[in-house]
């Protein structure tokens, strides 16, 4: 029972453009939602998070949406820069231990 | 700094053997915890601490053990490995638990059971 699902694998985009990266979720005792970043043959890192009092959260270049109603959040990336091709993995928690991740999507940068 | 690490970074098993994987963190952090990653699955949470001497268990503990007898050190055991729990294996950390819960990732662990 995946309860954080990312629907798209992989996801190709032009250097300067806007990526935008898909999470979808089932629980929603789900309170806090948080974006990975992971580069090969290393651990995921902390990217942004938001919390679910929030709509929007900003960083830089990242942004992140958060639709409750519909269990939605999206992140952004404007504009995109080759060093963001990764695999980034979304994850909800519940103000409890218990983190659940999504499958992840691969993104490739294009210089 | 260093960060969390994790010892070995490689290993290839025979069914049945056992072996214990090793997780250290020199931030202080109260929580550790141990995931597994599979392809299509992302991660997903085998055992838990929320301080030295505690332990839980995660969404998929089944055929692991985990012990913490320092605040540092979060240990993962497979006691009869099975190739079922072929997989990358991440420990992270945490100051606090719940909503904010940023967790600091170790580099993985691959392993594979024949």
């Known amino acids: 029972d995946q309860q954080v699902k990312q629907n798209s694998p992989s996801l190709s985009v032009q250097e300067g453009r806007i990526s935008i990266l898909n999470c979808d979720y089932t629980?929603?005792?789900?309170?806090?939602f948080l974006w990975y970043k992971k580069y090969p043959a290393e651990g995921p890192t902390f990217l942004i998070s938001?919390?679910?009092?929030?709509d929007k959260n900003e960083d830089g270049r990242f942004t992140v949406f958060l639709n409750k109603s519909a269990k939605h959040l999206s992140l952004h990336i404007v504009p995109s820069q080759p060093g963001d091709s990764a695999v980034y993995f979304c994850?909800?928690?519940?103000?409890?231990?218990?983190?659940?991740f999504g499958a992840g999507t691969r993104l490739t940068v294009k210089p | 700094n260093a960060g969390v690490t994790q010892t070995p970074k490689f290993r290839v098993l025979k069914t049945g053997q056992s072996m214990t994987l090793l997780c250290a963190q020199d931030?202080?952090?109260?929580?550790m915890y141990w995931y597994r990653q599979d392809p299509g699955m992302g991660l997903r949470l085998i055992h838990y601490?929320?301080?030295?001497?505690?332990?839980a268990k995660g969404e998929v503990p089944d055929g692991y053990n985990v012990s913490r007898l320092k605040k540092q050190n979060f240990l993962l055991g497979l006691e009869s490995a099975a190739p079922s729990q072929t997989s990358v294996y991440f420990c992270?950390?945490?100051?606090?638990?719940?909503?904010?819960?940023?967790?600091?990732f170790g580099p993985g662990t691959r392993l594979t059971v024949l």
């Open positions: 938001i919390s679910s009092i929030k």
């Open positions: 994850a909800a928690s519940a103000s409890n231990n218990d983190m659940r």
């Open positions: 931030m202080n952090h109260e929580y």
């Open positions: 601490s929320v301080g030295e001497g505690t332990t």
């Open positions: 992270a950390s945490s100051i606090l638990a719940g909503a904010g819960n940023e967790q600091f």
């Open positions: 629980n929603s005792m789900f309170d806090y």
